[in-house]
């Protein structure tokens, strides 16, 4: 059964940094694409990152290039998001997401973890 | 890096048939056959319900089917029931991105 685990959200103040988790399993996770997908407080889906399965190759919305790095571990079966920088308008519930292919293309994602939330305020 | 284009809601009443649209470009929708469908019901995680464009994962109901033509994808489900009621969105590839639709609440009358 796959499981996504994400841990690390809470509340941090403006301009600072986090790093959320995303612990995987049941899958074989180097084979597989990775993304991060976010959902602000009564609002719709946003994509925020993908990483292929070596983790050569990456991928981030404009809204978080420059300040976001998605990571992986593929020893460790764990996926990363270091956010830095951090504005109120990047608070939001974010989903760790498995997508069905290898590379960054297209992040179709068929299983979701639970999400880790995020509070950007001070 | 501006949302797809959906109805806010669609409504109907159990056993029809709706469609949800999806409008984008053709620097996305238009352009790739990478075209998906996410079902999420209050509190939980998406759910992938139809990828590129009109490929059913396994144990997602045949009810639910996907198009496109031009750069506009469709999502219809039929024989509409009340578990069909939730937030659907649709998303695309665009240039090393990927974009989701604005999302439409699914009513059952």
């Known amino acids: 059964e796959v499981q996504l685990l994400e841990s690390g959200g809470g509340l941090v103040q403006p301009g600072g940094s986090l790093r959320l988790s995303c612990a995987a399993s049941?899958?074989?996770?180097?084979?597989?694409?990775m993304s991060w997908v976010r959902q602000a407080p009564g609002k719709g889906l946003e994509w925020v990152s993908t990483i292929s399965g070596s983790g050569a190759g990456t991928y981030y919305a404009d809204s978080v290039k420059g300040r976001f790095t998605i990571s992986r571990d593929n020893s460790k079966n764990t996926l990363y998001l270091q956010m830095n920088s951090l504005r109120a308008e990047d608070t939001a519930l974010y989903y760790c997401a498995k997508t069905i292919y290898y590379d960054g293309t297209g992040s179709v994602c068929d299983y979701w973890g639970q999400g880790t939330l995020l509070t950007v305020s001070s | 890096q501006s949302a797809l284009t959906q109805p806010a809601s669609v409504s109907g009443s159990p056993g029809q048939s709706i469609t949800i649209s999806c409008t984008g470009t053709?620097?996305?929708?238009?352009?790739?056959?990478?075209v998906s469908w996410y079902q999420q019901h209050p509190g939980k995680a998406p759910k992938l319900m139809i990828y590129e464009v009109s490929n059913r994962p396994s144990g997602v109901s045949n009810r639910f089917s996907g198009s496109k033509s031009g750069n506009t994808a469709s999502l219809t489900i039929s024989g509409l029931q009340a578990e069909d009621e939730a937030d659907y969105y649709c998303?695309?590839?665009?240039?090393?991105?990927?974009?989701f639709g604005t999302g439409t609440k699914v009513t059952v009358l």
């Open positions: 049941g899958f074989t996770f180097s084979s597989y694409a």
């Open positions: 053709s620097s996305d929708v238009g352009g790739y056959n990478y």
């Open positions: 998303s695309s590839y665009r240039s090393s991105s990927t974009v």
